[in-house]
């Protein structure tokens, strides 16, 4: 029940953090498709990303109320709204629920910090725009923090 508890919990983390990184990246296109001037073009661009986060969306929309129980159940171990917030954020559901997770050997964790070093390394290296390299960095860095916090 645990397994299935953690599972459902990183699917509902993906589909918020994947919707938002979209829509994050649409907007960033959209507005290097005007020159940075905000308008409505920049929302024209956005559709396709605002369709996909509706239709991505909807299974967390349904199970809100097993939501709200699993929200208080964590605030209720750890007693902070913030720590609640951040271990969902970090995908931290083992540590928020109270249920033990496995340690990495020594070969995991130095395939996770080699592939974060070089993929931060390329993106600094790459011909990207400012915007679009501060992005990618800021995702492999989610992605690293939450590698290791799994």
């Known amino acids: 029940m645990e397994r299935q508890l953690l599972r459902f919990l990183n699917d509902q983390r993906f589909r918020w953090v994947s919707s938002l990184i979209l829509l994050l990246g649409f907007f960033i296109g959209s507005l290097q498709d005007v020159?940075?001037?905000f308008s409505i073009a920049v929302l024209e661009g956005m559709f396709p990303a605002f369709l996909y986060a509706c239709i991505f969306l909807?299974?967390?929309?349904?199970?809100?109320?097993?939501?709200k129980l699993i929200y208080n159940r964590a605030?209720?171990?750890?007693?902070?709204?913030?720590?609640?917030?951040l271990y969902i954020?970090?995908?931290?559901?083992?540590?928020?629920?109270?249920?033990?997770?496995?340690?990495?050997?020594?070969?995991?964790?130095?395939?996770?910090?080699?592939?974060?070093?070089?993929?931060?390394?390329?993106?600094?290296?790459s011909e990207m725009p400012f915007v679009l390299k501060l992005l990618v960095i800021?995702?492999?860095t989610y992605r690293f923090v939450v590698a290791i916090n799994s």
Request: proline share 2%; charged share 20%.
């Open 89 to 125: 954020l970090l995908g931290l559901h083992g540590k928020l629920l109270g249920i033990n997770i496995a340690h990495k050997n020594k070969f995991k964790w130095a395939v996770i910090i080699f592939a974060y070093i070089i993929f931060v390394g390329w993106s600094i290296q």
């Open 58 to 67: 909807i299974p967390v929309y349904r199970r809100r109320k097993l939501y």
């Open 35 to 37: 020159n940075y001037e």
């Open 75 to 85: 605030l209720r171990i750890c007693g902070s709204k913030r720590k609640v917030f």
């Open 138 to 140: 800021l995702i492999a």
